[in-house]
Structures are given as C-alpha cells and as structure tokens.
C-alpha cells in the first residue's frame, strides 16, 4: 500500500502559479505511476495530468496542457504538479492517485488517492 499527502493548495489571483506537491509513504514510490485530478463544487472529478513509473512519460488533459507541469522526483518520493496562468476554472480541490498498473485519464484504475487539497482562483 502507498499513504499520499498533499500540499501546497491556496487562494491565487488570475494568472498566477502554484506548485502542488504529494508525498508518497509506503511501498517503493516508483512502482507507481502517478495523476492528479480535480474536483470543483457540482462536478465531477476530471483528470488533470498523469506521469509514468520512472517519470519519461506525461499526458495531461486539454485544458491544462502548456499550462501545468507534472514532474516526479522518485528519490524523494514526491509527484508535483506545477500550475501557471491559473484562471478561475482552475478552482478545484486537487487529489494525487497512484496506480501500480494502470498509466493514464481514467480514475477508476488509480487504486490509492490523497486527502486533496484546495486551490482557489479569484478573477
């Protein structure tokens, strides 16, 4: 089993960046790949952006991409999520999953998920 933590959540004005971080504790944090997703109020969670086992793979939704960055360091058993141009739609609870098996946009295969974290984007 893997224990996720995340941080770094917070309140940011339009066109700002934050920077999200998870915190794997557990078995060996790269026999996970590793996603994110959110969750606004009255929604359903969607997918953010995925990374792979060693970290030379990413994917991210169509909505995010060339504005959020994944990144993984598996030395210190941490999953991040860079987030630039943030814009109010962005305002979300953010979760990181892990899934030993499964890479990709999907939830469902994720088999562990952080508590979240809250980002909220004022206009």
């Known amino acids: 089993q893997v224990q996720l933590v995340e941080s770094g959540g917070g309140l940011v004005q339009a066109g700002g960046s934050l920077r999200l971080s998870c915190a794997a504790s557990?078995?060996?944090?790269?026999?996970?790949?590793m996603g994110w997703f959110r969750q606004a109020p009255g929604k359903q969670r969607e997918f953010v952006a995925a990374?792979?086992?060693?970290?030379?793979?990413?994917y991210y939704a169509d909505s995010v991409k060339g504005r959020f960055t994944i990144s993984r360091d598996n030395a210190k058993n941490t999953v991040y999520l860079q987030m630039n141009s943030l814009k109010p739609e962005d305002t979300a609870v953010y979760y990181c999953?892990?899934?030993?098996?499964?890479?990709?946009?999907?939830?469902?295969?994720?088999?562990?998920w952080g508590q979240g974290t809250q980002v909220t984007v004022s206009s």
């Open positions: 557990g078995r060996t944090f790269s026999s996970y790949a």
């Open positions: 990374i792979s086992w060693g970290g030379g793979s990413t």
């Open positions: 999953a892990a899934s030993e098996r499964y890479y990709g946009g999907n939830y469902s295969p994720y088999d562990y």
